[in-house]
């Protein structure tokens, strides 16, 4: 069952993987060695009698353990090659009296290592590995990957061939979000606390009290703010049950709890470094900002400070949308107030800004994510914000009622947007919405989207949009299953949400136009966005889903389907774990035969940044907000899973995937009780259209993005607050203080740290300031070996900062983490073939594991990427070479201040 699965083609070598199935089918123990509950034999995992092996007591049963053992050991070494074989002992739920296990297991070892036959001694992977590569054997080797596997239920269940594990790519869709967010939020925050040389940890203001964090107490001394409780809340959330989104309702919650306490924490560490580089106190953050919410503006951005971080390593544009909750206009004709945005930075500069409507929710939705009250606004006012790489940026945004008469002669017109009726069609019967490279077009009856014009080729490309359900099944559809029922032959959804029933197209705006869908459906809403002034030919999907009904009694996925006039055959691509794409073949698996039993479910795939079609002319991509299940199931068709409510579940007696409002638990074997409506998720993609020499250019741009969103933070200004807003005293003492810490940072306010933005092909995935004038930098290569021409790029760690920000004098490679200097791990290296896999030796003598491969085995983690341009060029400027989708972690090393 083992395998070297070389897993990327271009990463290579340094990439393969040992690698293998389980033999039991999962990672439970073998039938009848559950040691979790010997009073109990008949319980739902098997359940072991105890070992009994006492000579003085009746029923001793040692001699029959060990033959039952040791039929297993003969059973499970026709599965693998080699000596040593893994045996997997324990399972979910089974280590609650972890005592009973270990004495039964202690007991077990020494009566099999008696017989002599076999030995058997406690392991672990690393030890495992270690033992199977010392026997120097020929490996076989797979190329494709483990998605989308099933699980072999037994016959009698009726399920047999029906549970892959599809469902979970896409469940608890808000949970997902929110991992990705705070996940974003503590590397962008690690980066500000460099940049501004703030202390690792530092004292809270005594006034600040955050009740959410009371039962934190054990991750962080709660009058000290730094980033631990996050990253701690980031780790725990990467367990197989928790981003998954296949925990219980109430451990969810949990989890969601961890990451806002984490937060909360951080977000007084961005405060004081954006205090730091900007001047501004107090910039906060509007965590309802997605449904046009915002607090700390709650009575009206006549006079408010927006900081913006971007924390790229190379420039880009920020669209920012600031809530509009006061001094709208009470209808489309009549001119909305105009707003002036000023940069702090440079005041004579006006940024370039607009009013919008808000993101459409119907009034079922908005009932759905406003319950307990609070005030949502109608429009909002966008800018846009030019920002360089690792730059924080201050605007400042006042209503021309609050300004001066001078501020006015300066001011540029501020156009409002206008609203087109659904039947003010043109005459070729096509509204668009458009900047200067694509247009996209919709049909001005059904107001459905129809295609997009190329204007550089003038090729048009016909993309069709809509959004579809299926029926859950009552059973085998739930958390971690994906079961549609009642579908047509070619795997097509029955079941639609529903025609546009009204566009409404915003196009006499200076950053933006967008399409404002309502359709059929009252739960459904949807906004196009195409933005003025790109290059790329991008179009953002914004999507508003919920209260999905259940009164029909029926379980539903959602999904949005694409269908292009791409001729895609039965191909198509997805990313692997946002880093190697990998071409898929529709009902296809690369290393075995598959059993369409479920030709929906077979065909979908995890999609974490990238799903894409393509033919000899044009490469379509979708790039989600989060990670999802999505798939091709036809021919030039796309689809993304993008919301789930289930009435039934996968597993007898488990809570089905039923997300409400609220919920309560009683915590005593009662089921959950949900009160409320369903939840409401509001999400995104962005597609992505070009040539297929170009597309990778484009799709891996909007991933960076996607990963990385600019921070924007709030601030009352000085004028309608004293103690908030634009610190002067901090701004005046950074910029002329030489003495200051942060003096050198406050001087290049208008300018980004770096000496120059990395190469397009690099990103910069973290940033990290460590004790001892130290910091930590992992930089990752963005492209696969088949994405761009160019697989070799250099870049100089000693004129990466300017060098009175953070002056280089030494750099050291670290392993992947950052644990350990790079030379001290070693990769394995493996012989490979394809022999047969049951050339197994017979059961002999027993064969002991050495000592020194033991020892060894300590040292086979967190190997470093090895191909041949590794080296470290020489003082001052440190050179290093980038390959094809790698990563590297170096420690550099800072001269002390003095």
């Known amino acids: 069952m083992e395998v070297l699965w070389q897993s990327s083609a271009s990463i290579g070598e340094d990439a393969d993987i040992f690698s293998g199935a389980f033999i039991q089918g999962s990672y439970c123990n073998p039938d009848d060695f559950d040691f979790s509950n010997d009073a109990d034999p008949s319980n739902s995992y098997g359940g072991a009698k105890a070992v009994m092996d006492d000579p003085l007591m009746e029923n001793t049963n040692a001699r029959s353990v060990v033959d039952d053992f040791l039929d297993y050991v003969e059973q499970y070494r026709t599965w693998t090659l080699g000596s040593n074989i893994q045996f997997l002992m324990g399972c979910d739920y089974q280590f609650q009296h972890a005592t009973e296990w270990y004495k039964n297991l202690d007991k077990l070892i020494k ?61 608890r869709p808000l949970l997902k979000l929110y991992a990705r967010t705070q996940s974003s939020l503590l590397q962008a925050a690690r980066q500000l606390q460099f940049l501004a040389r703030r202390p690792l940890r530092e004292q809270l203001d005594a006034n600040v009290h955050i009740p959410q964090l009371m039962s934190f107490k054990s991750w962080n001394d ?65 965590p309802l900002l997605n449904q046009t919410e915002c607090d700390v503006i709650a009575n009206g951005p006549d006079d408010v400070i927006v900081v913006v971080y971007n924390p790229l390593a190379r420039s880009r544009t920020v669209v920012v949308r600031v809530p509009l909750l006061s001094r709208t206009r009470t209808s489309p004709s009549v001119l909305a107030p105009a707003w002036v945005v000023t940069d702090l930075t440079n005041k004579s500069h006006i940024a370039t800004s607009g009013v919008l409507p808000a993101t459409p929710a119907t009034p079922l939705q908005t009932a759905a994510f406003l319950p307990r009250g609070g005030s949502r606004a ?23 009622a609050a300004l001066k008469a001078a501020d006015m002669t300066s001011r540029k017109a501020i156009p409002t947007h206008t609203t087109v009726t659904p039947d003010a069609g043109t005459t070729r019967g096509v509204d668009v919405i458009e900047n200067s490279v694509i247009a996209v077009e919709f049909d001005a009856v059904s107001h459905q989207m129809t295609g997009i014009l190329d204007k550089a080729s003038d090729t048009r490309t016909n993309i069709t949009q809509g959004f579809f359900w299926y029926e859950a099944a009552t059973s085998g559809d739930g958390p971690w299953m994906l079961r549609p029922n009642n579908t047509d032959p070619r795997g097509r959804a029955v079941h639609t949400c529903g025609m546009p029933t009204a566009v409404h197209f915003v196009r006499d705006n200076p950053l933006v136009q967008e399409a404002h869908i309502t359709y059929d459906a009252p739960w459904v809403t949807q906004v196009v966005r195409v933005y003025l002034g790109e290059s790329s030919k991008q179009v953002e999907f914004e999507y508003t889903l919920g209260s999905v009904p259940i009164d029909d009694g029926l379980g539903k996925e959602i999904i949005t389907r694409f269908a292009t006039s791409v001729k895609s055959g039965e191909k198509f691509l997805t990313d692997s774990n946002g880093l190697e794409v990998i071409e898929r073949t529709r009902n296809t698996r690369g290393s075995y035969h598959i059993n369409l039993t479920e030709p929906i479910t077979a065909n979908y795939f995890p999609i974490s940044s990238v799903l894409s079609i393509a033919d000899d002319n044009v490469r379509v991509t979708l790039c989600p907000d989060r990670s999802v299940g999505g798939s091709s199931l036809a021919a030039g068709e796309m689809e993304l899973l993008l919301h789930r409510r289930l ?89 002329m203080d030489p003495t200051s810490t942060h003096n050198d940072t406050r001087e290049r306010l208008r300018h980004t740290p770096l000496m120059a933005a990395l190469p397009r092909a690099l990103t910069l995935m973290s940033l990290e300031m460590l004790p001892n004038n130290t910091a930590m930098v992992r930089l990752a290569h963005k492209y696969g070996i088949s994405e761009a021409k160019k697989h070799i790029v250099n870049v100089s760690l000693g004129k990466l900062f300017h060098q009175d920000l953070f002056k280089v004098v030494a750099v050291e490679e670290r392993t992947l983490t950052g644990i350990a200097p790079s030379s001290s791990v070693h990769r394995l290296h493996w012989t490979t073939q394809k022999p047969s896999l049951s050339g197994s030796k017979s059961l002999g003598k027993k064969e002991n594991i050495s000592a020194e491969v033991i020892r060894n085995a300590s040292r086979l983690v967190d190997v470093p990427n090895t191909r041949g341009t590794n080296e470290i060029g020489s003082a001052p400027d440190f050179q290093v070479s980038m390959s094809a989708l790698q990563i590297r972690t170096f420690y550099l090393f800072a001269a002390p201040k003095g």
């Open 378 to 400: 109608t429009e909002v006012l966008a800018f846009g914000a030019v920002m360089e790489p690792l730059e924080a940026r201050a605007f400042r945004i006042r209503h021309t």
């Open 111 to 171: 009566h099999v290592n008696a017989d002599g036959r076999v030995r058997v001694q406690y392991s672990t992977p690393d030890v495992l590995t270690a033992a199977k590569h010392a026997e120097q054997l020929q490996w076989p080797v797979k190329t494709d990957d483990y998605m989308t596997i099933a699980q072999d239920w037994p016959e009698k269940s009726g399920l047999r061939g029906h549970m892959y594990w599809a469902g979970y790519y896409t469940s």
């Open 647 to 735: 009435l039934g579940s996968d597993y007898p007696g488990f809570e089905p995937l039923n997300e409400t409002q609220d919920a309560t638990y009683a915590y005593n074997g009662d089921p959950v009780q949900r009160l409320g409506p369903g939840i409401v998720v509001r999400g995104r993609h962005v597609l992505s259209i070009a040539t297929p020499e170009r597309a990778a250019m484009e799709y891996r741009d909007v991933q960076e993005e996607m990963f990385a969103p600019a921070l924007v933070r709030f601030a009352v200004s000085a004028r309608r607050h004293g103690e908030q807003g634009v610190n002067k005293d901090v701004r005046s003492k950074h910029r």
């Open 222 to 286: 709660s009058t000290v703010s730094d980033m631990m409780p996050l990253a701690a809340a980031v780790g725990l959330l990467t367990h197989h049950d928790a981003i998954t989104g296949t925990p219980k309702q109430h451990v969810a919650y949990d989890y969601a709890r961890h990451l806002a306490a984490g937060g909360a924490y951080t977000e007084y560490a961005v405060q004081a470094a954006l205090q730091t580089l900007t001047g501004v106190a107090n910039a906060t953050y509007c």
